[in-house]
Structure formats: structure tokens, C-alpha cells
């Protein structure tokens, strides 16, 4: 049975590089045509969507966070990870890590579109951004 | 950026059958998906392909979606569906969350 575990800080203070990781176990990350990504939500809010990586390097972010984020992934140890730089107290969150599935939907032989969804998610790990 | 549209809570009466919108510019154009989520725990998935459901997601849960609408609907409501609904979609190559929905079952 596929399990994503969050590990996080917990307490970070302002400016500093908030740094998480992702342990998934009972499926490798390299195989298969998963993406794994982060979504985040902070205290009595919604979920707003990080970004996802594919274990071969392709990458898709959201842009009002873009510059920010770096996801990486490290298959030897079947782990992701996500880096937000430069944080402030609006980045003070519930942290998810969640496997993303792109699937492909041809319209004609040759257009397509994408979509996308996250199947399994993981408990969460809880940061606030405080001096 | 894309914006998704739903109502910030719906009340129904146990037995009784819930609807949750979420609107978007031509959304039926694309696939919506819809999340569940209880006090402190993380979302699950209940809906993907605007109607398919993941296995063990019971039958009650269905969606649809047209126009510039998709619809989370819970037939024959329990208190155990009592929770917080999101839908998201995908657009130019961004995950988007719709605000949520909070499902009171009254």
C-alpha cells in the first residue's frame, strides 16, 4: 500500500529557507508515470497547489510561488523534496505531499490535453513562520 | 489565472441529497476533480474524470460536469459526509484548487 510521510521544521523564522521532505514507501518513485508534488494550506484556509516534479526532471510550478520553490527528487532514497525560500508569516501552512497523475485526453489524432490530479496524499506536516 | 467558483458552505438533512457547485470558464471543456476533507486530516480524493470514482469512494459520491459548471452531488447524505469539499482543475499547466466548500449535515 503506497504511504507518503511529510517531515518538516516546524518552527522557521522569517527570511529563513523552509526545507521538507517525502518519503514515499510501497511504491518506487522512478517507475510508473507519476508526478509527486506539494500542496499546501494555511490555518482555516483552502489548499493552494505548490508544485510537482517527474522523476525525470520535468517540472511544473505554480506561478505566484514560482521563484521561491525548488522541488527535487531523490530516487536512491525515494524521497522528494520541497525548498521555499525568503518565507514570511503567510507561508505558515499545513504541508502536503501528494503523488500527482497527469493523464493524456486526445481530442484528435493529433490535440491533446492534459489533466490532473493528486491521488494519494500524505498526513500533512504542520510549519509556522515566526520570529 | 484560472479561477474556480464554489459556494462557501451547503446544509442538508441526513438522508437527503447534497449539491456542490464549482464554476469556471468553460470548465466542461476540461476534467474537474473533487476532494474530501475532514477536521485535521488531509484531503482525499472522491472524484476524478468529473465522474469517476476511486475505489472505495462509496456510490453516493458522483460527479458531473458541463458548461461552465461541475457538480459534486452526496445522495442519501450521512453525518459522516460532513467535511469540507474542494474541486480542482488543470489549466496551462497549474493546479487549480477551487476555495472549498464546507457540507453541513444538519
Known amino acids: 500500500q503506497l504511504q507518503l510521510q511529510e517531515s518538516g521544521p516546524g518552527l522557521v523564522k522569517p527570511s529563513e529557507t523552509l526545507s521538507f521532505s517525502c518519503t514515499v514507501s510501497?511504491?518506487?518513485?522512478?517507475?510508473?508515470?507519476?508526478?509527486w508534488g506539494w500542496i499546501r494550506q494555511p490555518p482555516g484556509k483552502g489548499l493552494e497547489w505548490i508544485g510537482s516534479?517527474?522523476?525525470?526532471?520535468?517540472?511544473y510550478n505554480n506561478p505566484s510561488l514560482k521563484s521561491r520553490v525548488t522541488i527535487s527528487i531523490d530516487t536512491s532514497n525515494n524521497q522528494f523534496s520541497l525548498k521555499l525560500n525568503s518565507v514570511t508569516a503567510a507561508d505558515t501552512a499545513v504541508y502536503y505531499c501528494?503523488?500527482?497523475?497527469?493523464?493524456?485526453?486526445?481530442?484528435?489524432?493529433?490535440?491533446?490535453?492534459?489533466?490532473?490530479?493528486?491521488?494519494?496524499w500524505g498526513r500533512g506536516t504542520t510549519v509556522t513562520v515566526s520570529s | 489565472s484560472y479561477d474556480l467558483t464554489q459556494p462557501p458552505s451547503v446544509s442538508v438533512s441526513p438522508g437527503q441529497t447534497a449539491s456542490i457547485t464549482c464554476s469556471g470558464d468553460?470548465?466542461?471543456?476540461?476534467?474537474v476533480s473533487w476532494y474530501q476533507q475532514k477536521p485535521g486530516q488531509s484531503p482525499v480524493l472522491l472524484i476524478f474524470?468529473?465522474?469517476i470514482r476511486p475505489s472505495g469512494i462509496p456510490e453516493r459520491f458522483s460527479g458531473s460536469n458541463s458548461g461552465n459548471t461541475a457538480t459534486l452531488t452526496v445522495t442519501e447524505t450521512q453525518v459522516m459526509d460532513e467535511a469540507d469539499y474542494y474541486c480542482?482543475?488543470?489549466?496551462?499547466?497549474?493546479?487549480?484548487f477551487g476555495r472549498g466548500t464546507k457540507l453541513t449535515v444538519l
Open positions: 510501497g511504491a518506487s518513485i522512478s517507475n510508473g508515470t507519476y508526478f
Open positions: 501528494a503523488r500527482h497523475r497527469r493523464q493524456i485526453v486526445f481530442v484528435t489524432s493529433t490535440d491533446y490535453y492534459y489533466y490532473y490530479y493528486m491521488d494519494v
Open positions: 468553460e470548465l466542461g471543456d476540461t476534467y
Open positions: 474524470q468529473d465522474t
Open positions: 480542482q482543475a488543470w489549466d496551462r499547466s497549474t493546479v487549480v
Open positions: 516534479m517527474f522523476h525525470s526532471g520535468n517540472t
